[in-house]
């Protein structure tokens, strides 16, 4: 299957797909040093919710989708050098509307769970009217 939208997205930060298929898509990132937001080596949760919208997004692989709105939950800390796996099914589909459950593992460990509001319109959304 080929991905038809977010074709530009910088996989460094958001992902590299390791399987797609209709209404699925699984998605690795390794959390690199960049994405430290303290000395520690706690991962900012931005680049969590990126791989996991990254995920939403070729789960739905409609040229225009786009991102409505999310539900999530942060349920571990991340570290740098840690390995994720994103996993979304598209759930339900209402015309335009599509609804994706995204689940990120370390491990076979839930660390983040959300529910992705997604758009899939006919026309691009910086397209003029």
Do not use: W
Request: aromatic share 6%; net charge neutral.
């Amino acid at each position: 299957m080929t991905i038809e939208t977010h074709q530009k997205i910088d996989r460094s930060l958001s992902g590299t797909p390791l399987e797609l298929r209709p209404d699925f898509s699984r998605v690795e990132l390794v959390a690199e040093q960049c994405m430290a937001a303290d000395a520690s080596g706690l991962v900012h949760g931005g680049f969590v919710f990126s791989l996991a919208d990254y995920a939403a997004m070729i789960a739905v692989n409609h040229p225009n989708t786009v991102l409505g709105s999310a539900e999530v939950r942060f349920l571990k800390p991340v570290r740098v050098g840690e390995r994720l796996i994103a996993e979304a099914v598209v759930e339900q589909r209402i015309e335009k509307k599509i609804l994706v459950r995204v689940s990120v593992l370390r491990g076979g460990e839930a660390i983040f769970d959300g529910m992705f509001t997604c758009f899939a319109p006919q026309k691009h959304v910086l397209a003029s009217a």
